[in-house]
């Protein structure tokens, strides 16, 4: 009779949170180097600015005071922090170097994203860092082992270990335990320099299995597969973001805080007259704007991204661009005379003072006071 195992003594068990520990590592990678090849997360004069993006969620962000007395007047040393932390993040986890800081860093920038970026998003499962969090909570209280790639903070631990006194050993690995999630050896079992894979005690029925279990790879050589699969990432990585920067849509490349959501550049196909920051109030001039079109510009008492639509009726409008659902930046689509958003699919009536008309936005947009100036043909912002 063939015993029965189950989903902890069986094989499939090393391998459960491997779709976990990829996707985490591989999106976070990218999403640093993303950031890199965005032609305006780091430029001030355009609307994907980091500081743009934070100072507009901070509007109804907890962190609010944090955010706009601090991240934005620093906001490239943030961006910077960020996209390197991101790509620190990824490689730790893909290679296995330092796995658990690396999950408790993810989980702790998910949560800031979180607070800020996706705070505001209803229902909360709408928003991806919510997510996150809990998807680095997985790994950061699992830590590397049995999760399908090897772990080189084992090797890392057995260094440190043997580096330290015979007295010291015992409890120098049970630290380690707890900041890196390697195995803990036995308290009775002697730890030496043949004990790349030290594990905890085990009831008498399973010692079979970890005997078995100690005939795996060496560390040296988990070290070196790891490195070569971190490796093999970030260059395939790189390979994929480059040709998406080249053979985009455009040659633009979209605007993210990753993961979090994007603001997207303004319409370069519709009239582009007056966009940036208003002069003299100035948004643009009535006939460089024609019927069913619109213009970005941004609002100077908030700094966040306006609309300006010219309606068929003849009418002008202008809104707040920033969705009330998610916070990302809508565009005007002349074939269903709406305000989309990119990131939900949300809709808004610019005719019917930009009223929310498809879910999952639920308030109407901010509407902006103008008026045309009769004399110059000038629109511009009350």
């Not at 910077?80 to 658990?100: D, K, M, N, S």
């Not at 970890?210 to 490195?227: H, I, N, W």
């Not at 991204?305 to 990302?328: E, K, R």
Request: aromatic residues 10%.
């Amino acid at each position: 009779m063939i015993p029965y195992k189950s989903l902890h003594t069986s094989r499939i068990a090393r391998w459960v949170l491997l779709p976990l520990r990829l996707f985490l590592g591989v999106t976070f990678l990218y999403a640093g180097i993303q950031k890199f090849i965005d032609p305006q997360f780091f430029q001030p004069s355009t609307t994907g600015y980091i500081g743009k993006q934070v100072a507009a969620f901070a509007r109804t962000s907890p962190l609010h005071d944090f955010l706009l007395q601090v991240v934005v007047p620093h906001a490239d040393f943030f961006g910077h922090l960020v996209a390197y932390g991101e790509i620190a993040i990824g490689l730790g986890v893909l290679v296995g170097l330092l796995f658990r800081p690396a999950a408790f860093f993810g989980l702790l920038l998910s949560l800031l994203f979180y607070l800020s970026v996706t705070w505001r998003v209803y229902p909360y499962f709408y928003g991806a860092d919510i997510v996150f969090v809990f998807s680095w909570l997985t790994l950061l209280l699992n830590g590397p082992l049995n999760t399908g790639l090897p772990a080189p903070d084992e090797l890392l631990a057995l260094q440190l270990i043997q580096r330290a006194s015979p007295r010291q050993q015992r409890r120098v690995a049970r630290i380690l335990h707890y900041m890196l999630g390697t195995t803990e050896p036995a308290a009775s079992s002697p730890i030496t320099s043949d004990d790349t894979q030290p594990m905890r005690a085990l009831p008498a029925s399973r010692q079979r299995y970890t005997a078995r279990s100690q005939q795996a790879p060496t560390s040296r050589r988990s070290f070196l597969l790891g490195t070569l699969t971190g490796g093999a990432s970030v260059v395939t990585l790189a390979i994929f973001a480059y040709a998406l920067r080249l053979f985009g849509a455009g040659g633009q490349a979209s605007n993210s805080t990753a993961p979090g959501y994007p603001i997207p550049t303004p319409d370069t196909t519709q009239a582009t007259a007056g966009v940036g920051t208003p002069t003299n109030g100035a948004i643009a001039q009535v006939s460089k704007v024609p019927p069913n079109s619109s213009i970005s510009f941004t609002i100077p008492s908030t700094n966040d991204p306006g609309i300006l639509v010219h309606l068929n009726n003849g009418q002008f409008v202008a809104y707040d661009a920033l969705c009330t659902h998610a916070g990302c930046a809508v565009d005007y689509d002349p074939d269903s005379h709406l305000l989309l958003c990119p990131c939900h699919g949300g809709a808004f009536d610019p005719a019917q003072g930009g009223a929310a008309v498809q879910s999952p936005a639920s308030v109407s947009l901010a509407s902006v006071a103008i008026r045309i100036d009769n004399a110059t043909g000038a629109i511009v912002l009350r």
